[in-house]
């Protein structure tokens, strides 16, 4: 497609760091062995034999086994005290979610991880007294995905002190340890409701770092770099202000000395949701090695794919700095999995406050919905050039300049020229383009 461009580099480039719509929602329906069981034997054996010389299946239906989940409410999700593990400048808050195997309540470690916790970077020598004068986490109970009250974990970043001036991360990790010779994690798949702060774009300033960093994973490090790490960013035109999606693999080079980025896609067509909740999927497989086959990683918002990329082994994949197959030059294994980061470009005081909600957190060892697809439901169909933005009644903070429409089934009422948020309702648009009918809100970029 080409409104998603997808580059190699080979430079030594170093690497910087709403409501949801309701026909997003879907789950994952139970096997159906049950099913099959109460049918005669006959039919039963016919029954797979066309499955099976068919290749369908329900949608959702898949081999994955879910590991882990939790809707951050008090019965799945709790969080520690505040502890400090490196010095004085970082603390952390244990989490726990419910682990699928055992329905119990327990530390968020699959891959046979070790912690779980919500991390707090602040860059300047801080207290357990002191530590909320620059930054928390806590769970909150707000108006959730489908406009009723859930519970979400806030990360919030208030103004960060530190001399350099940057550095300042709320994250949520997933931490396996530093041992070089572990078994990898294997295919993993996550996803989960997020909302930005409606502001993103405000905060997002040219001379200071245009970045919002939204998730990555890295792998163990070789002299401080990581071997291979693979990062969603949010980015921001610095000529049209518009907000857009970032996705790169990179890590240290042959030499262990520098970083090097592997592969980038841009993706400037699925709308970044500020102010609003959206669906964000992730599924990664990585080689065995990085020269015998071929890596994937694949990311989705509210169902529209952002990336997926394919990354062939060292040996053809033209990258030539011996990463392929979505590993680096030293094969080494993941050990860290930042599921969610609020960590921005330039000093946080220059933007603060910097803060954000996630909700609904799954963790899978595949694709739950079948192979490279997502567990979102399709978009209403608005005009011609128009992407769907919000449902009615709900409010929606446009990125930049934008038109916008609000209808259903061919019948919409437009606005034009507009900036900051609009509601989606009869009253903003004078009217109801097609009554007795729910209707949905569609932006387009100017």
């Known amino acids: 497609m080409n409104n998603i461009s997808s580059q190699k580099f080979v430079s030594t480039t170093k690497h910087s760091p709403m409501i949801a719509p309701r026909w997003l929602f879907t789950s994952v329906p139970r096997a159906f062995a049950g099913c099959i069981a109460r049918l005669r034997v006959g039919m039963a054996a016919i029954a797979l034999l066309v499955i099976a010389s068919t290749g369908f299946f329900a949608p959702g ?14 019965a799945q999700t709790a969080l ?3 502890s400090f593990p490196n010095g ?3 603390f952390s808050r244990d989490i726990t979610g419910i682990n699928e195997a055992t329905g119990g309540q327990q530390a968020i470690i699959p891959f046979n991880g070790l912690r779980s916790f919500d991390q707090l970077i602040v860059g300047a020598p801080v207290t357990v ?5 620059y930054m928390e986490s806590k769970i909150q109970q707000v108006t959730g995905p489908n406009g009723t009250p859930v519970y979400a974990l806030y990360q919030g970043i208030k103004t960060n002190t530190a001399p350099q001036g940057t550095g300042a991360q709320n994250t949520l990790t997933i931490y396996r340890g530093e041992n070089p010779n572990m078994a990898d994690t294997g295919d993993f798949y996550y996803t989960y409701w997020f909302k930005y702060q409606p502001d993103l774009a405000d905060k997002l300033i040219q001379s200071q770092g245009n970045w919002r960093l939204l998730s990555q994973f890295k792998t163990v490090e070789v002299n401080g770099i990581s071997d291979y790490r693979i990062s969603t960013y949010v980015y921001k035109n610095s000529s049209t202000g518009q907000l857009y999606w970032h996705v790169q693999g990179d890590g240290v080079n042959p030499q262990g000395t ?4 592997h592969w980038q896609v841009n993706n400037t067509t699925v709308p970044v949701p500020v102010g609003a909740w959206f669906k964000y999927e992730v599924f990664v497989h990585r080689a065995a090695s990085n020269n015998s086959s071929t890596g994937r990683f694949w990311a989705a918002i509210n169902g529209r794919v952002i990336a ?36 921005s470009g330039g000093p946080a005081t220059a933007a603060s406050p910097l803060y954000q909600w996630l909700t609904g957190l799954e963790i899978w060892d595949g694709f739950p919905c079948g192979v490279g697809k997502s567990c979102a439901k399709p978009a209403p169909v608005g005009p011609t050039g128009y992407t769907f933005c919000a449902n009615e009644s709900q409010t929606y903070t446009l990125s930049s300049l934008s038109d916008v429409a609000y209808g259903a089934n061919g019948s919409f009422y437009y606005l034009y020229g507009l900036t900051g948020s609009v509601s989606f309702d009869n009253t903003t648009f004078g009217g109801d383009p097609l009554p007795n009918v729910s209707k949905s809100g569609f932006c387009k970029v100017r």
């Open 308 to 343: 997926d990329y394919s990354d062939g082994p060292k040996s053809t994949n033209g990258h030539n700095d011996g990463s392929g197959g979505l590993r680096g030059p030293y094969v080494l294994p993941i050990n860290r999995i930042m599921l969610a980061n609020n960590y």
């Open 129 to 133: 007294s002191t530590i909320g004068n």
């Open 258 to 261: 520098a970083n090097l980025i």
């Open 88 to 90: 004085t400048t970082e």
């Open 61 to 74: 239906v898949h081999a994955a086994t879910q590991l882990y989940t939790t809707d951050f409410s008090p």
């Open 80 to 82: 520690s005290p505040l």
